[in-house]
């Protein structure tokens, strides 16, 4: 949003729901119909329940919002996380309601369309094809696989280590495109991505929700092409 001039955006994500936002976000009638969805709702604990089984739907604007109610309601921005506040709702410091704004969402969706009409493609493919075809002079790519060890918990998409090793060996393949790709610091990670230049990003920790599965993790961005 910040960007002069943003050029072509390319959204690649294996999520529906990602996927379906993204395309109601570059056409006017479906983001309008998104944005009566969310000045309807009224944020419950059994609406960001429902939520969860809407993430699958073939509907853009149905899959779309509920996505934004399960990020926007929850207690982590992950797919699979309960409600902000807990199903009692106990605590008047943090109710599932709390960080549902209407107003502001369609504001910033709005923003969004302005900015990237005319300049979004939206994708479902797979990643290893993607970063090959674009690997392109004045291309950056930003990767962002499930992260490994976690992915199946905060993910409703996760990779193996067979499919993590493929994308890596696709990353590296490339000559011409600036890319960069988001990760756990590993042994595994440093192998795949050997030759390219890893930055440690400080240390990161699980999600919060799952407390007995919190640990902490240094996180390392991988570059190429830079």
């Not at 030759?195 to 920790?205: D, E, F, H, N, P």
Request: contains cysteine.
């Amino acid at each position: 949003l910040n960007c002069a001039n943003p050029g072509h955006v390319v959204v690649n994500d294996a999520c529906g729901y990602v996927a379906a936002l993204c395309r109601c976000i570059a056409d006017a009638e479906r983001l309008a119909g998104l944005q009566r969805r969310i000045r309807a709702y009224h944020p419950t604990v059994r609406g960001h329940k429902a939520a969860k089984r809407l993430l699958a739907s073939k509907d853009d604007e149905e899959a779309a919002f509920a996505g934004m109610v399960r990020h926007w309601c929850g207690h982590n921005p992950v797919w699979d996380s309960g409600p902000r506040g807990g199903v009692e709702q106990t605590n008047p410091k943090e109710r599932v309601r709390d960080r549902w704004q209407p107003e502001d969402l369609c504001r910033w969706l709005t923003k969004l369309h302005e900015r990237l009409k005319g300049r979004l493609t939206v994708c479902q493919e797979d990643a290893c094809a993607i970063v090959s075809r674009y690997d392109r002079p004045g291309v950056v790519m930003y990767v962002d696989p499930p992260y490994l060890g976690i992915g199946h918990r905060e993910y409703r998409r996760d990779m193996s280590r067979g499919e993590h090793e493929r994308l890596a060996r696709a990353v590296m393949a490339t000559s011409h495109a600036r890319v960069a790709v988001s990760h756990f610091d590993s042994p595994e990670v440093r192998r795949w991505y050997s030759g390219a230049t890893l930055l440690g990003m400080g240390l990161v920790k699980g999600p919060p929700c799952r407390k007995k599965n919190r640990r902490t993790n240094s996180e390392v961005l991988v570059l190429r092409g830079w």
